[in-house]
């Protein structure tokens, strides 16, 4: 049984990518929930931008975009361009 758990331990470290760590520890509750949501359809959280309204988290799948806001609200449609 100890064996196992070291291994998950070890394959868990491999998956750990510390700029993604970062940047989980910026968003808010209500933003952790909806990326959780988002990531099981293949988003990535990439970046975080400041606005007057709070930070805003965004998060790409292949060339799509997806927004969310200080209070958790997704948008798969935002009017944004992210540069390669």
């Given at each position: 049984?100890?064996?196992?758990?070291?291994?998950?331990?070890?394959?868990?470290?491999?998956?750990?990518?510390?700029?993604?760590?970062?940047?989980?520890?910026?968003?808010?509750?209500?933003?952790?929930?909806?990326?959780?949501?988002l990531?099981?359809?293949?988003?990535d959280?990439?970046f975080?931008?400041?606005?007057?309204?709070?930070?805003?988290?965004?998060?790409?799948?292949?060339?799509?975009?997806?927004t969310?806001?200080?209070?958790?609200?997704?948008?798969?449609?935002?009017?944004?361009?992210v540069?390669?």
């Amino acid at each position: 049984m100890h064996a196992v758990l070291e291994r998950e331990v070890l394959l868990e470290r491999r998956q750990y990518i510390p700029e993604q760590s970062n940047l989980w520890d910026k968003l808010s509750l209500a933003q952790k929930f909806a990326t959780s949501s988002l990531t099981q359809f293949g988003y990535d959280l990439s970046f975080i931008r400041g606005s007057k309204s709070g930070n805003i988290a965004i998060l790409l799948c292949d060339s799509n975009a997806a927004t969310i806001s200080d209070d958790g609200e997704i948008n798969t449609s935002p009017n944004i361009i992210v540069r390669p």
